[in-house]
């Protein structure tokens, strides 16, 4: 009899119930469109936790499961702590064949969604200026997209690999969207942050002549950090606005709940299959040494979320979604302010 087969999607958590909503829909979508058993756990801030969603799965008889980071990039908590908990939760079940995917962030899945999110807001601010709505590649009677700056935010972290990819990014969204010019900012931990960047972004579109500036949040899930992305590049418009600049400011939507979205985590899952698994390990700071972080290299892999795992929700709470704010822990939404530094 051939073995059950489960899909595990690894979140981080937030402390933000809307964003944990969002990820409960996501999993739902990607079961729906797989067919298969799915289900999901988080490193903190929310429940289930990675180890208590397992030990579920293998107390209903589950003995292959496939773990998909339900996060971006390949940094930190990608590198080491999901890995960490698999590893350790293998351990302890040998009888259980536990295979871990790759990241999704550069799925063309991903880069469609991210494609309609900025289109669908680019119409928008031409429908709320009384003009028409701008098609793909700029054509339409709005403001075009050769006239436009795109403003990529990413989450941010100390894995200048990880940085990167955000650039690669914008950098395909502004030649593949026909935009003028493309910025990037971090929401946190990394630089340029989100109200330096704005302010950038300000400047050089005056300078260019642009009449348009669209932020966009490459994020999957709302949570509190979309939501400062979006105050503090509102702070700067307004600032905008109070000097009559005829400069538009625009948000665009992060991804979101999806079919685009479980195609690009059902691309990964096809992966583990055929071996394509690799993530951003060729400059990788724990394996090659790069400039600024030559102590990282070799490091040990080990995840610092065992000491903090289910934080910020109370004990005894419900597994979806339900979270209760800790008194004294410093972490943010789906990042974290000590600089996500982790070893490997």
């Given amino acids: 009899m051939e073995e059950k087969r489960a899909i595990f999607v690894a979140g981080h958590g937030s402390r933000s119930a809307g964003a944990v909503r969002e990820f409960e829909q996501a999993v739902e979508v990607i ?17 289930p936790t990675i180890e208590s969603s397992l030990e579920s799965l293998v107390a209903r008889g589950y003995r292959r499961i496939d773990v998909l980071p339900g996060m971006l990039f390949a940094a ?9 908990v698999v590893n350790n939760f293998a351990a302890r079940h040998p009888d259980v064949s536990l295979r871990l995917g790759r990241t999704c962030g550069f799925e063309p899945a991903l880069f469609r969604l991210a494609r309609n999110r900025i289109a669908a807001a680019m119409a928008r601010a031409d429908r709320e200026a009384g003009g028409g709505v701008t098609g793909e590649g700029g054509v339409g009677a709005g403001v ?7 403003l990529v935010i990413g989450r941010g972290t100390t894995d200048p690999d990880a940085n990167g990819d955000i650039s690669k990014i914008a950098r395909m969204l502004t030649e593949g969207m026909g935009f003028g010019h493309g910025e990037i900012g971090f929401s946190g931990v990394a630089y340029p942050r989100v109200t330096a960047a704005a ?33 503090e590049f509102r702070a700067v418009a307004a600032t905008i606005a109070g000097g009559n600049d005829a400069l538009q400011c625009v948000e665009a939507s992060y991804l979101g709940v999806d079919p685009l979205l479980a195609e690009a985590f059902l691309s ?6 055929t071996g394509d698994i690799a993530m951003n390990c060729q400059l990788c700071k724990y394996r090659t040494q790069i400039i600024g972080y030559e102590s990282a290299t070799g490091a040990a892999q080990v ?24 008194q004294g822990h410093h972490h943010g939404d789906t990042g974290h302010h000590h600089g996500d530094s982790h070893h490997h």
């Fill in 31 to 47: 079961r729906a469109a797989s067919g298969q058993e799915t289900s999901y756990g988080f490193l903190e801030f929310a429940l």
């Fill in 76 to 84: 930190g908590h990608v590198k080491n702590d999901v890995p960490s």
């Fill in 144 to 150: 075009s997209y050769d006239q436009t700056l795109l």
């Fill in 199 to 231: 302010e950038r972004s300000v400047l050089l579109a005056r300078g260019l002549g642009f009449k348009r500036i669209v932020i966009f949040p490459y994020f999957l899930f709302d949570g509190i950090l979309v939501q400062r992305i979006y105050r």
């Fill in 268 to 273: 990964v899952w096809s992966g583990i299959d």
């Fill in 303 to 326: 995840g610092h979320h065992h000491h903090v795992s289910g934080a910020g929700v109370e004990e005894g709470a419900v597994d979806h979604g339900h979270w209760h704010p800790d």
